[in-house]
């Protein structure tokens, strides 16, 4: 460890122990311009960088440069960064020679992005799910997202930390902690944990190692760590964002979704990334009717809300925030929404809500554990060169190296009851068929009855709920607690329904313009 990073680490742990946020926190958003001085890049929007590139302020290479300088800083105590791109500074100096003589470019030329470590690049960069079993596998191709974001000229400037296999080997290790990334820490006071599984992803938009990120969502991966670092998370319908080249759990729900800073840029990314790939015809082919013509973009009005009719789902309020600081936030949100020329739909109940989420109950516990095997068996057999090449070999590797995958600490319980299933047979099925049932009674049916656009729901409530039924889920932040820990707003939608949720968050986010940087790193 440097003598720096020494520092650095001193003082955020310093910082960290504050038992409140410094008041300095009011209005640093919006009060210099993040490119003027080339020492604060911090905050900076993709328009905010596009302008200094387009005026010849900065380039490409001297924010990668910069963002680089800041990981090596910061990541030895935040662990968001598995691994940098040693490509990275060459893809950016090639983007600013592209730019010197064409001016037609994509909104994220030039601009770098953080990508979680399940999402596959054919480049220096390994893709191991945070798991040293598949440190060292080659995959065959880009992953269709990476593909597209190359296409658009933005910089890959490395893979960002998670939970181990999206959670999915155990339920005894912590979120955000993996063998490969150690255990990712949220920026923000008194707050212990990230969230998971997108927990690099997060951290690092939130405390500025990176301008934007890619995560995976299926049952709040991309919108639980948004809350808690208090960033902006979209999980997209299935479909709008290709799934090849993702380590799967279920790609019939799992989902790949920007984060970001401020809605506009996540809109941005999500707009490089959607459309139709080869590799994933049937689902990106399909959703096509859900990308508007211009692109989610136009979705980013600031009277959004006006007409909008949404459903606030009244008990997980309750149960997150009754009576409580957070709760006067909340009231006072609804409000401003009304305001704003929402209507709003108060005291919802979804049918079977305890059930809904409960992932025993609601049969995603079963259906997953047999997706599971089928999914990540034929991704491992699909790999160029890998170490393991099944679930079984998988399992056998955590066997001869307890040390480093912390077996005897953790297990792999998930993992092994996975390998028990043959297929999709008879219980899976029920399972599934149990799963859209539910999510037509207590969410489809609910919707169309009150004719509403989205439903409203605090924090990480009802994740379960909305996974099940592979709806869409777009998180902005919301507050601050008494401790300074962030939390957050998450607006839901039918499948499909992508555009109205993203006019909804951006209007509320305009409209509150809540996200403060974590006070420890400006
Ligand atoms: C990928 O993993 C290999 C070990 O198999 C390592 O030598 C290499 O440095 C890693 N790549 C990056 C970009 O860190
Ligand atoms: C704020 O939230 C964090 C968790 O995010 C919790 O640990 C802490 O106790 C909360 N503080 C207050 C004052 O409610």
Redesign the pocket.
């Known amino acids: 460890m440097t003598s720096t990073t020494q520092i650095s680490l001193l003082l955020l742990l310093i910082f960290a122990s504050l038992p409140s946020a410094p008041s300095s926190w009011h209005g640093v958003r919006g009060t210099r311009s993040p490119i003027e001085d080339p020492l604060h890049f911090e905050e900076a929007t993709i328009s905010d960088i596009q302008a200094a590139f387009n005026d010849g302020k900065l380039t490409s290479f001297k924010l990668v440069q910069h963002y680089l300088e800041k990981i090596n800083a910061l990541n030895p105590y935040l662990n968001a960064v598995v691994e940098v791109n040693p490509n990275a500074l060459d893809d950016a100096a090639k983007a600013d020679l592209q730019r010197s003589v064409d001016s037609h470019l994509s909104p994220l030329h030039g601009i770098p992005v953080l990508v979680k470590d399940n999402i596959n690049t054919r480049d220096k960069l390994n893709t191991t799910s945070g798991s040293f079993a598949l440190l060292g596998s080659i995959v065959s191709c880009d992953a269709g997202v990476i593909h597209r974001l190359r296409n658009a000229g933005a910089i890959i400037l490395g893979k960002a930390s998670m939970s181990e296999w999206d959670n999915f080997r155990s339920i005894m290790a912590p979120q955000g902690w993996s063998p490969r990334g150690g255990q990712g820490r949220n920026p923000y006071p008194?707050?212990?944990t990230p969230c998971g599984t997108s927990s690099g992803s997060a951290i690092a938009v939130a405390s500025n190692l990176v301008t934007v990120s890619l995560g995976t969502d299926l049952d709040g991966a991309i919108t639980c760590p948004a809350v808690m670092n208090s960033v902006v998370g979209i999980k997209p319908t299935v479909g709008i964002t290709s799934r090849s080249g993702m380590v799967p759990i279920s790609p019939r729900l799992q989902t790949i979704g920007p984060m970001a800073r401020t809605m506009e840029d996540a809109v941005k990314l999500l707009d490089a990334i959607t459309g139709f790939d080869p590799l994933d015809a049937k689902a990106t082919k399909a959703a096509k009717r859900f990308i508007p013509n211009g692109g989610f973009q136009k979705s980013l009005k600031k009277d959004g809300l006006k007409g909008k009719r949404v459903g606030i789902l009244r008990s997980f309020f309750d149960e997150y925030s009754k009576g409580s600081l957070e709760a006067n936030t909340f009231t006072t949100h609804f409000h401003t929404m009304r305001l704003k020329g929402a209507i709003l739909v108060d005291n919802l109940k979804m049918k079977n809500i305890e059930i809904m989420l409960n992932p025993i109950a609601n049969g995603e516990g079963i259906a997953l554990l047999a997706e599971f095997k089928l999914s990540l068996n034929a991704y491992l057999k699909d790999l160029v060169y890998s170490p393991v090449r099944s679930l079984a070999d998988v399992i056998a590797f955590n066997n001869h190296h307890p040390i480093e995958e912390r077996k005897d600490e953790y297990g792999q319980k998930i993992f092994l009851a996975s390998q028990k299933t043959n297929g999709i047979d008879v219980a899976a099925k029920k399972a599934m068929k149990r799963m859209d049932k539910l999510s037509k009674e207590g969410v489809t049916d609910l919707m169309k009855e009150k004719n509403l656009d989205a439903v409203v729901f605090p924090h990480f409530y009802g994740l379960h709920a909305f996974g099940i039924g592979g709806f869409p889920i777009v998180n902005v932040p919301a507050g601050y607690?008494?401790?300074g820990?962030p939390f957050g707003i998450s607006f839901a939608g039918l499948r499909g329904s992508d555009a109205t949720l993203i006019e909804i968050a951006y209007a509320f986010e305009q409209a509150t313009q809540v996200r403060k940087p974590p006070p420890m790193l400006v």
């Open positions: 008194t707050t212990n607690n008494g401790s820990a």
